[in-house]
Nanobody, 124 residues
Framework: QLQASGGGLVQTGGSLRLSCAAS????????MGWFRQAPGKEREFVAA????????KYADSVKGRFTISRDNVKRTVSLQMNSSKPEDTAVYYC???????????????????WGQGTLVTVSS
């Protein structure tokens, strides 16, 4: 089970930190990722991190602004959002790919565990 938190309202250019806590078997030696879904749009890849955390992958739209990290002791995954833009407004979901320890895909349908989502609103 995955529980995302940290969403809220932030001004353009501001920062926000999302966190995802895992329980049960999720997060254990799995790739962890963040996705987002804006109103009327499909769910899209944001970032993913390998096990145990040496490699990460980012969508071009967030590269250089967002940073994904994981704490394998606390079993959490975080997404640090800096230099936020109005187009970052979306519901953000954390997810796990239990089939791999290396980031192999950005397709949301290939991630098999999902959190409930947390809303991020960036005001202009």
């Amino acid at each position: 089970q995955l529980q995302a938190s940290g969403g809220g309202l932030v001004q353009t250019g501001g920062s926000l930190r999302l966190s995802c806590a895992a329980s049960g078997r999720t997060h254990s030696r799995y790739v962890m990722g963040w996705f987002r879904q804006a109103p009327g749009k499909e769910r899209e890849f944001v970032a993913a991190i390998s096990w145990p955390g040496m490699k990460s992958k980012y969508a071009d739209s967030v590269k250089g602004r967002f940073t994904i990290s994981r704490d394998n002791v606390k079993r959490t995954v975080s997404l640090q959002m800096n230099s936020s833009k109005p187009e970052d407004t979306a519901v953000y979901y954390c997810a796990a790919d239990s089939t791999s320890q290396a980031v192999r895909t950005t397709r949301p349908d290939l991630y098999d565990f999902w959190g409930q989502g947390t809303l991020v609103t960036v005001s202009s």
